[in-house]
């Protein structure tokens, strides 16, 4: 993982949470919430294209990265409730929030639980849906098989679904990095997680409830959470714009980044000049 010159870590909600804090301080705060098992290096070229923009914070989940998982079992609220404290814990009143797929889930039940809490969402590969019965028994599945095979296995399996067919020769490294993140994560957390991610309360009936700004951005070849239920979101969201990105399945913030970025850019931009208060871009 590349070494950012503010990492560091607190103790927030019984456990300790690692995290980076870039770019200006008293700028206009962005969080970012990593995907499933991943950690919070999969946003380390967000951080650098935001740094002079805004104050921007990524880290990583209990039980992943570097951040211990603590006593209780997990859960998306459990997630959420971690989110807020680490916000309390670093003065952050309202923030940007920005989650792909595990983490949308996150910034979907923080939305609805702390709705005074945010500016504005990016809901990156994601879904408002619960687990229909054949993805819980896809997750059970995904216990018995690390159980059995190990997690080597479970990594290369996942690599699978998680990119699209092009990454694979264009993103090697990003690949590499993932499967990384992947077998470094503990066998309890990928239990636990898998676990909380299939029990996880459905959002869809309160994205009409949304009152911020909202970008939802899906990779075009995304097999996990496709562009149908990023359309699905963005019919129900007033105010949300639908960027369906080429060249990317699942990880669309790596395996498009330069797009990724640019759509973030622009919507931290824009979305401020329209929606919330005008903010002064520094262009040297
Ligand atoms: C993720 O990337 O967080 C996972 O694919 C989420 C899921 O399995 O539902």
Redesign the pocket.
Known sequence: MKDFENSFSLNVNNHKVSYTDEGKYGAPAIIFIH??P?NMSMWNTQIESLTNYCRVITYDIRGFGNSDAGKEDFSIELFAKDLISLMDALKIDKTILCG????G?IALNAIENYPGRFNALILS?TSCKADTTEAKGKRMKAIESIRNDGVEKYADESIKN?FAAESFTNRVKEIAAVREMIVNTSVQSLYNGLLA?SVRKETCSILKKIKVPVLIIVGKEDR??PPAAAKFMHEKVKDSFLKVLEHSG?LSNMENSEEFNCQLRSFVESGYQKFILPVQIETD
């Open positions: 995907g499933f991943f792909l797929s595990m983490g889930y590969d998680l991610l996990i959470t699942h």
